[in-house]
């Protein structure tokens, strides 16, 4: 059972590239969520996926494209990457509708130049 | 508007000493209230979490966390604390079934030896 992971661990990105993080989990979970945590901003939520099928806006969309590609998978697509979105990225998981408990990913630290 | 308020940057206290972490929320009803851990380069762990009932909890890693409506508060304990347990610590509350949780700015745990 590995819970939430998420692919890379590590990224250097070029003003302009794009490119996708990935996450899944295996706890058979409704919800997903991406965050984005920078240094004395705590945590900020980018994206949710309620349940397969939906998608919502978070605090932070602008820049960021999600899809729920299924049940377990919920990836993050910056198109053209800026250098404010040098941060560490954080997928999470939830499986209790309304008490949102998450379990959360080891994370991705994305660095643009 | 629904807040959790962790008035604490950073606390340091020396090893083997008592710790007690301070997490206030503002919400209309009692929200499923959450403390979180994130060690240094890792992801957030579930410490504990409170949902109803006996309102003194126990989580993992011997921390304790008690409810009290009347001060609107879910601070986090440990009896005596260890090197190990230097991290940075997030409260984090729901309730309104938006599938969100509101977070804590956090609060970065220092040991002295």
């Known amino acids: 059972n590995a819970g939430v992971t998420q692919t890379p661990k590590f990224q250097v990105l070029k003003t302009g590239q794009s490119m996708t993080l990935q996450c899944a989990q295996d706890?058979?979970?409704?919800?997903m969520y991406w965050y984005r945590q920078d240094p004395g901003m705590g945590l900020r939520l980018i994206y949710y996926?309620?349940?397969?099928?939906?998608?919502d806006k978070g605090e932070v969309p602008n820049g960021y494209n999600v899809s729920r590609l299924n049940k377990r998978e919920f990836s993050l697509r910056l198109e053209s990457a800026a250098p404010s979105q040098t941060s560490v990225y954080f997928c999470?998981?939830?499986?209790?509708?309304?008490?949102?408990?998450?379990?959360f990913g080891p994370g991705t630290r994305l660095t643009v130049t | 508007a629904q807040s959790v308020t962790q008035p604490d940057i950073h606390i340091t206290v020396s090893e083997g000493a008592s710790l007690e972490l301070r997490c206030n929320y503002s919400?209309?009803?009692?929200?499923?209230l959450f403390w979180y851990v994130q060690s240094p380069g890792q992801g957030l762990q579930l410490l504990l979490k409170?949902?109803?009932?006996d309102t003194l909890v126990q989580g993992i890693k011997g921390f304790e966390a008690e409810f009290k409506r009347s001060q609107s508060s879910f601070n986090l304990r440990k009896p005596s604390v260890h090197w190990s347990d230097a991290a940075e610590y997030f409260c984090a509350a729901a309730g309104d079934s938006n599938y969100q949780l509101i977070w804590g700015a956090g609060t970065k745990l220092i040991i002295k030896p």
């Open positions: 919400y209309g009803a009692t929200p499923y």
């Open positions: 996926s309620a349940s397969e099928g939906t998608t």
């Open positions: 409170y949902f109803s009932g």
């Open positions: 706890m058979n979970h409704n919800s």
């Open positions: 999470a998981s939830s499986g209790r509708q309304g008490t949102n408990e998450q379990y």
